[in-house]
């Protein structure tokens, strides 16, 4: 499924930059570009619906602006670290891709509006706050819930039980990459935000999986963002002036005007299908051009319809217990002695390794340390390191040459040494012959 919002949201993309107007992949009669909510698909039979019923609950973490790459980082990393499956998916967001938008498109609802202060309603209903959006989910399904992800963290184990004992669907609301992007002062430490992000979620689905039994789990976001490393200059920006009538309101990506504004070198937007039939036109600006705005930074933004900014991630997870038929468990990618021989004759000498599983889903990377010992656990070589991280499924491609240095001295050919590999976990000890009469510094037989 996301390859087809992928595939749709690229296809418009590419007519955009070209000039042309689509709808569904046809021209469009009124000449405006139509951006469909989207979003509204995640409250469909597709996700939350499944999962929230007689005896499984849907728990759904909202990460503002989110972006799809670092959903991608996110899904990785949860294979790797949990014992569950994860399938990343996308959806398209709505336009205007910002906040108070993307959140209420997320609710269950039948209508989408704004009022005279550009506040968005589902259904009449404000959505602005927390307790707001809890109000809509209630009114969809009593057994439902909205909580912030810093009260869920701040509550005990006991608490968050009672939080949502009885419930079928579950919003968490995750703020920490828009909240530093949005402000002038930290917009450039978005990226360390979206670090800090996925450490936070992941924390958020251990709280779910150890303290709530959660199973059926959904991270997804309202939109996602642009960023720019090079200062802008005055022609990435436009202004004010570009608008001939009312502007009702204007972001750094998109602006809503009264349905008879017109504007030069902007993207008309069709918001007829999204609005409830309210009278609002839609703008936005092509490429990566900003609108100049007062208060706030200007290299991260959103609001505007690119392929950045439209594209939502979808992480559909779920949780297998030890005790479920397909439970697959973590390993770590395991590396085995591939060479034949367990005679050293020379004082450097060479082995090589092979890594027997490609990393993926379940396998993650290990790094082991390897070296030769005496019969008393002493070493008698230096010690070599392996990063066992390979994810080619040829075999060839997983093989490791290490070359090590034994320290100079004399060895009985008679003694079993030890080539030991070791993990934080696993250690093995393969039996070695060392016959060296005896060596010189260098490594030369004298």
């Given at each position: 499924m996301h390859r087809y919002y992928i595939h749709c949201a690229?296809?418009?993309?590419?007519?955009?930059?070209?000039?042309?107007?689509?709808?569904?992949?046809?021209?469009?009669?009124?000449?405006?570009?139509?951006?469909?909510?989207?979003?509204?698909?995640?409250?469909?039979?597709?996700?939350?619906?499944?999962?929230?019923?007689?005896?499984?609950?849907?728990?759904?973490?909202?990460?503002?602006?989110?972006?799809?790459?670092?959903?991608?980082?996110?899904?990785?990393?949860?294979l790797h670290g949990t014992k569950g499956t994860a399938e990343l998916e996308s959806m398209?967001?709505?336009?205007?891709?910002?906040?108070?938008?993307?959140?209420?498109?997320?609710?269950?609802?039948?209508?989408?509006?704004?009022?005279?202060?550009?506040?968005?309603l589902v259904d009449g209903r404000p959505t602005r706050s927390t307790a707001e959006r809890n109000a809509i989910l209630t009114a969809a399904d009593p057994s439902s819930v909205a909580i912030q992800s810093k009260d869920l963290f701040a509550m005990k184990?006991?608490?968050?039980?009672?939080?949502?004992?009885?419930?079928?669907?579950?919003?968490?609301?995750?703020?920490?990459?828009d909240a530093t992007g949005d402000k002038a002062s930290t917009e450039t430490?978005?990226?360390d935000a979206c670090e800090?992000?996925?450490?936070?979620?992941?924390?958020?689905?251990?709280?779910?999986?150890?303290?709530?039994?959660?199973?059926?789990?959904?991270?997804?976001?309202?939109?996602?963002?642009?960023?720019s490393y090079r200062p802008l200059v005055?022609?990435?920006?436009?202004?004010?002036?570009?608008?001939?009538?009312?502007?009702?309101?204007?972001?750094?990506?998109?602006?809503?005007?009264?349905?008879d504004t017109e504007a030069e070198h902007l993207l008309p937007i069709c918001l007829a299908h999204e609005l409830d039939g309210a009278s609002i036109k839609g703008f936005a600006p092509q490429d990566t051009i900003r609108m100049k705005v007062q208060g706030g930074g200007e290299n991260y933004v959103h609001g505007g319809i690119s392929l950045q900014e439209l594209a939502v991630p979808v992480i559909a997870f779920k949780n297998i217990r030890a005790s479920y038929k397909n439970y697959v468990e973590v390993k770590n990618a395991e590396l085995k002695l591939l060479s034949e021989s367990r005679k050293v004759s020379n004082l450097i000498f060479s082995l090589e390794f092979h890594q027997r599983q490609p990393v993926g889903d379940k396998i993650?990377?290990?790094?082991?340390?390897?070296?030769?010992?005496?019969?008393?656990?002493?070493?008698?070589?230096?010690?070599?390191?392996?990063?066992?991280?390979?994810?080619?499924?040829?075999?060839?491609?997983?093989?490791?040459?290490?070359?090590?240095?034994?320290?100079?001295?004399?060895?009985?050919?008679?003694?079993?040494?030890?080539?030991?590999?070791?993990?934080?976990?696993?250690?093995?000890?393969l039996e070695f012959h060392i016959d060296i009469a005896f060596a010189d510094d260098f490594g030369f037989d004298l």
């Open positions: 690229v296809y418009a993309f590419y007519h955009l930059l070209s000039g042309q107007v689509v709808l569904d992949g046809s021209r469009y009669a009124g000449g405006d570009y139509c951006i469909f909510a989207a979003s509204s698909l995640f409250r469909s039979s597709n996700y939350v619906a499944p999962a929230a019923g007689k005896n499984t609950r849907a728990f759904v973490i909202i990460s503002d602006a989110l972006r799809y790459e670092v959903a991608a980082e996110l899904t990785e990393r949860i398209q967001a709505i336009f205007p891709t910002v906040t108070k938008f993307g959140m209420a498109a997320l609710l269950p609802g039948r209508t989408l509006s704004v009022d005279e202060g550009m506040n968005v184990k006991e608490e968050r039980r009672e939080l949502t004992v009885g419930k079928d669907v579950i919003y968490i609301y995750h703020n920490w990459i430490k978005v990226f800090t992000a996925i450490q936070e979620i992941i924390s958020i689905l251990r709280i779910i999986i150890g303290d709530l039994s959660g199973t059926n789990i959904f991270v997804t976001a309202d939109h996602g963002f642009l960023y005055e022609s990435d920006k436009l202004d004010r002036k570009a608008f001939s009538g009312e502007v009702l309101e204007l972001g750094r990506r998109y602006a809503l005007t009264a349905s993650q990377p290990c790094t082991y340390s390897i070296y030769m010992a005496d019969d008393t656990g002493a070493l008698v070589s230096d010690r070599q390191t392996v990063i066992a991280d390979k994810s080619s499924k040829n075999a060839a491609d997983r093989v490791f040459r290490v070359r090590f240095n034994l320290k100079a001295g004399t060895y009985d050919k008679n003694k079993v040494y030890h080539l030991v590999i070791t993990n934080d976990i696993d250690r093995e000890e």
